[in-house]
């Protein structure tokens, strides 16, 4: 299986203030088709995980624009541009490239 | 808007059948660009992806390794519905489950694809 891992796995972050979660896959994410199957998923407290990117580098519909995820085959980075209290809850990166689909530890970003 | 309704017991005894379902609305179970997923969600596992169907000309099904042999996946056309049935529960079952579409489309200009939209969770707690 794809071991998925992200650091840091704890992120306190003062509003305003950038941050950056990243994640390390064993095996490259890019398929003969040129797509990087990575996504990032934002699981908010009390809430299901939600879809946050998707193909390593593109927003979900409704995420604002202070995210932005970039990567090649195997290391991915997630950013935040200037954190807001509503950014709060746990950031997994994900891959469907390979069977079984598998997912990083996570990451719990909190606000200072 | 695609919506994932979960429905299923929060309790199941040691040795029995857990059994969940996840109904569909706005889009379809045999739809052709989407596998339907069950995810569970525990402290000691993390996100642990389960299983998936999906329909391509045929209904084919994956399993994980972790639960194969105790895992069932079943689409429900009729009622646009598909559901996860685990056998032999311990309480290391103990967990939240999550239903989850994964889609993927290929336009001449255009390819998304994504494990987009979740379900609810159910909270499944396995004790006698």
């Known amino acids: 299986d794809i071991v998925m891992t992200q650091s840091p796995l704890s992120l306190p972050v003062t509003p305003g203030e950038p941050a950056s979660i990243s994640c390390r896959s064993s095996q490259s994410l890019l398929h003969s088709n040129g797509y990087i199957y990575l996504d990032w998923l934002l699981q908010k407290p009390g809430q299901s995980p939600q879809l946050l990117i998707y193909?390593?580098?593109n927003r979900a519909s409704g995420v604002p624009d202070r995210f932005s995820a970039s990567g090649s085959g195997t290391d991915f980075t997630l950013k935040i541009s200037r954190v807001e209290a509503e950014d709060v809850g746990i950031y997994y990166c994900m891959q469907a490239l390979h069977t079984p689909t598998t997912f990083g530890q996570g990451t719990r970003l909190e606000i200072k | 808007q695609v919506q994932l309704q979960q429905s299923g017991p929060g309790l199941v005894k040691p040795s029995q059948t857990l059994s969940l379902t996840c109904a569909i609305s706005?889009?379809?179970?045999?739809?052709?660009?989407?596998?339907w997923n069950w995810i569970r969600q525990s402290p000691s596992r993390g996100l642990e992806w389960l299983g998936r169907?999906?329909?391509?000309?045929?209904?084919?099904?994956d399993y994980a390794v972790s639960v194969k042999g105790r895992i069932t996946i079943i689409p429900d056309t009729s009622k646009n519905q598909f559901s996860l049935h685990l056998n032999s529960v311990t309480p290391g079952d103990t967990a939240v489950y999550y239903c989850?579409?994964?889609?993927?489309?290929?336009?001449?200009?255009?390819?998304?694809?994504?494990?987009?939209?979740w379900g609810q969770g159910t909270t499944v707690i396995v004790s006698s």
């Open positions: 169907t999906y329909y391509r000309s045929k209904w084919s099904h």
């Open positions: 989850a579409r994964h889609i993927a489309v290929a336009k001449a200009d255009y390819y998304y694809s994504a494990m987009d939209v």
């Open positions: 706005g889009d379809g179970v045999s739809n052709n660009s989407a596998s």
């Open positions: 193909l390593a580098s």
